[in-house]
């Protein structure tokens, strides 16, 4: 039973690409949290996500990021026109239930030039 | 908002020793996670409490709840290298609901042989 599986590992974008990150939860899990962590700063929470739907999107900035968990396939953390200051490890976790984040992705690691 | 404190925010060992390490919410908790974290790596769940007062061990590793201190410590008896990388605690920063967890900044544990 594979872990929570994201994809790439590690992301290079120019100024002003798009990014896409993938994150396929745990089998039989239908909740998904990402979290972002900057250099020298602590995990901060950006969205969860049930099943199509979109549950707390508060640490979410309010431009440029958008997430979805279709009902097939795995979750999409989508940054449009990336900035210098978006440049992060971005990790993903999953849960049956929603009530315990126990299973993280090994993350991917954004570079943006 | 709620915010996680931890200290030390680095700590050197030599194998073998004990050491704390400890995680004080300004907040009440109602749950509180330790993982550890390689550098480049995801983060692997260690364990999560829930109640006052609750202890919880796996091998060398011990955590406690105080809720009226609103702290949590980690306990590693007998170090060894493997035990190096950066522990980081998660509060639940709601009663209920989804895990939208607020983190500490870190640990970073370098055990020598």
């Keep these: 039973n594979a872990g929570v599986m994201q994809n790439p590992r590690h992301l290079v974008r120019r100024r002003g690409q798009e990014a896409r990150l993938r994150c396929s939860p745990m089998k039989g899990h239908s909740h998904v949290y990402w979290y972002r962590q900057l250099?020298?700063?602590?995990?901060?929470?950006?969205?969860?996500?049930?099943?199509?739907?979109?549950?707390?999107?508060?640490g979410m900035?309010?431009?440029?990021?958008?997430?979805?968990?279709?009902?097939?396939?795995?979750?999409?953390?989508?940054?449009?026109?990336?900035?210098?200051?978006?440049?992060?490890?971005?990790?993903?976790?999953?849960?049956?239930?929603?009530?315990?984040?126990?299973?993280?992705?090994?993350?991917?690691?954004?570079?943006?030039? | 908002s709620q915010e996680l404190e931890q200290s030390p925010q680095s700590l050197i060992?030599?194998?073998?020793?004990?050491?704390?390490?400890?995680?004080?919410?300004?907040?009440?908790?109602?749950?509180?996670?330790?993982?550890?974290?390689?550098?480049?790596?995801?983060?692997?769940?260690?364990?999560?409490?829930?109640?006052?007062?609750?202890?919880?061990?796996?091998?060398?590793?011990?955590?406690?709840?105080?809720?009226k201190k609103q702290q949590s410590s980690l306990h590693i008896t007998a170090s060894q290298p493997s035990h190096a990388g950066i522990y980081l605690c998660g509060a639940d920063s709601t009663q209920g609901g989804s895990e939208k967890l607020v983190f500490g900044k870190g640990t970073k544990l370098t055990v020598n042989p």
């Design chain 1, 39 to 58: 250099p020298e700063e602590g995990l901060k929470f950006m969205v969860y996500l049930q099943k199509e739907n979109i549950i707390d999107e508060s």
């Design chain 1, 61 to 113: 900035p309010k431009e440029r990021f958008s997430a979805e968990f279709p009902k097939e396939g795995p979750s999409i953390l989508r940054i449009q026109q990336v900035v210098r200051g978006d440049s992060a490890a971005y990790f993903c976790a999953s849960s049956p239930t929603g009530d315990a984040l126990d299973t993280f992705g090994s993350g991917t690691r954004l570079t943006v030039v």
């Design chain 2, 13 to 67: 060992v030599q194998e073998g020793k004990n050491l704390t390490i400890n995680c004080t919410s300004s907040k009440t908790l109602y749950g509180l996670y330790w993982y550890k974290q390689k550098y480049g790596e995801g983060l692997i769940f260690l364990m999560m409490l829930q109640k006052g007062g609750e202890e919880k061990s796996h091998e060398k590793i011990t955590a406690k709840l105080d809720e």
